[in-house]
């Protein structure tokens, strides 16, 4: 293990989610930038698969296992990547999932529940092992993928709406807590972007970018150190507009909005 960590000098990023869409994109721009990479998710074959295809050096990555909406799992991958490939320099908690729900049904509380887990939880379990040795190291930066949806909320997205809206506040309060640390807590606000997530969802979604131009944009603003970033600049407009909007102007401007389907199905 030791001889993986000596063998790269290059800066090192610690990716969530990193299997497909924005983390996978993200990982493969961090790559074509210089840096070592580990690679975080459940599938970890198609990691080592997406890595072989596109012949990344076997000295500037590796793979671990970790699902995040198990505390102890996403720990101990962390703790994982600092004894085998040392401290990373970034930190970006990716992994998530968008659900619709309808909690007026018993069984779609259960389908929330892990929309929680995953987005909320599973992010700051993310960061747990990082946070004290980059304090006492005096760098290094922690990125929380949020969501343009945690700033209102959408029909049939109350599960992921409230999951994005905590990430959102989780951030900044440890942005707070980690003032003269040398420790920055960037929270990236997607909109639209094309991924997996997002394909079959049965309405317009407005600005929409690619799973790569997205990576290229938020590189650009973690490596300024953004404490809040939308993107793109025109969702970015839009949000601001929307945090602005008293309720009621809200609530008859979403009326009739196609909702998110259920998860669990029609009925």
């Not at 930038?33 to 500037?60: N, P």
């Not at 938020?218 to 970015?236: D, F, L, S, V």
Request: glycine fraction near 8%; hydrophobic fraction near 45%; proline fraction near 4%.
């Amino acid at each position: 293990m030791a001889e993986l960590r000596a063998a790269s000098k290059a800066p090192l990023v610690y990716i969530t989610g990193a299997s497909s869409g924005i983390g996978q994109a993200m990982a493969w721009h961090y790559y074509q930038q210089g840096w070592s990479l580990a690679l975080v998710a459940r599938r970890t074959q198609v990691m080592e698969q997406w890595a072989q295809a596109l012949q990344l050096d076997a000295q500037r990555y590796a793979v671990y296992e970790a699902d995040v909406t198990s505390i102890d799992s996403a720990c101990n991958a962390a703790r994982a990547c600092i004894e085998r490939q040392s401290l990373p320099d970034v930190v970006i908690a990716n992994a998530g999932i968008s659900w619709g729900v309808d909690t007026s049904r018993r069984e779609d509380l259960d389908a929330m529940q892990q929309v929680l887990a995953s987005n909320t939880m599973g992010l700051a379990a993310s960061f747990q092992a990082f946070i004290a040795p980059m304090s006492a190291r005096g760098s290094g930066r922690l990125v929380g993928i949020c969501s343009v949806a945690g700033i209102r909320g959408l029909p049939g997205h109350a599960a992921y709406c409230a999951s994005k809206a905590g990430a959102i506040a989780y951030c900044e309060s440890l942005r707070i807590e980690l003032q003269n640390t040398g420790v920055a807590v960037v929270s990236l606000l997607p909109g639209y972007v094309d991924t997996p997530l997002t394909q079959n969802n049965p309405y317009a979604m407005p600005f929409l970018l690619s799973a790569d131009e997205f990576a290229r944009r938020a590189y650009r603003a973690i490596e300024r150190k953004a404490r809040y970033a939308i993107i793109p600049w025109q969702m970015a407009i839009a949000g601001r507009l929307m945090r602005g909007l008293p309720g009621f102007v809200w609530d008859r401007l979403v009326a009739g909005r196609t909702r998110k389907p259920r998860h669990l199905g029609k009925g």
